[in-house]
């Protein structure tokens, strides 16, 4: 099973408006850091937003926030006022217990493309 | 400089030949990781070194050769590509890698072989 799904390969949103990313993850490790990058189309890879298992509130960093459910493990990440320079590809990933040789699972990506 | 750096950006070399890419971290991190990331598919983890001992490999074939000689550099050293093996490649560091720590990238080589 994979161990993070984004089940939206492409999504479209108007200039201004919120839009919500969708990511769903699979571990049965108590301790473990979910992330959101951001790739725009130069490949540099844009650390977002970290939302900790044991962290209670959900993160915010700016327009970016993380619905965290836990019970339901998923991590959708929440861009508020989209702005045209938002249009990027966007990946969920998971780093996973202490001492597991810092392996992080990325997932397939979802392409934001914000419309004037 | 600041952050994670790598050069060169862009890379085009034929089948045989040898060349060398680089990664330097300027966050005082302990372990770094290359990425290789190809049209149409998820990010695939290569290597990984801590305090300059290289912890994971990735089934990679031996035509990808890294190195690390102290935790702020990372090259990977390349010959006899395929062409398939054109790729953007990434590297990455966090303060250590058996933590939560935030992975952060540098802004990737983009690599062709003819």
């Known amino acids: 099973a994979q161990k993070i799904t984004q089940t939206q390969p492409g999504m479209f949103v108007q200039e201004k408006e919120a839009v919500t990313l969708d990511c769903t993850y699979d571990t049965s490790d108590p301790s473990y850091g979910l992330f959101w990058y951001k790739q725009p189309s130069s490949g540099e890879m844009i650390f977002l937003i970290y939302?900790?298992?044991?962290?209670?509130q959900n993160a915010t960093e700016g327009r970016y926030s993380l619905n965290f459910q836990k019970a339901r493990k998923s991590a959708n990440l929440v861009i508020s006022a989209s702005q045209l320079g938002d249009s990027a590809m966007y990946f969920c990933a998971m780093r996973e217990g202490l001492g597991n040789a810092g392996k992080s699972t990325f997932g397939d990506g979802t392409t934001l493309t914000v419309k004037p | 400089e600041t952050g994670v750096t790598q050069t060169p950006r862009h890379l085009v070399m034929g089948m045989t030949n040898k060349k060398s890419l680089k990664c330097e971290q300027h966050l005082g991190h302990n372990a770094m990781y290359w990425y290789k990331q190809s049209a149409k598919k998820p990010l695939e983890l290569m290597f990984v070194y801590n305090f300059k001992e290289q912890t994971e490999n990735n089934s990679v074939p031996s035509r990808f050769s890294p190195e690390c000689p102290n935790s702020s550099h990372l090259f990977l050293h390349l010959h006899t590509l395929q062409p398939e093996d054109s790729a953007l490649y990434l590297c990455a560091s966090t303060a250590s890698s058996g933590s939560l720590d935030t992975q952060y990238f540098g802004p990737g080589t983009r690599l062709t072989v003819l």
């Open positions: 939302q900790g298992s044991y962290d209670q």
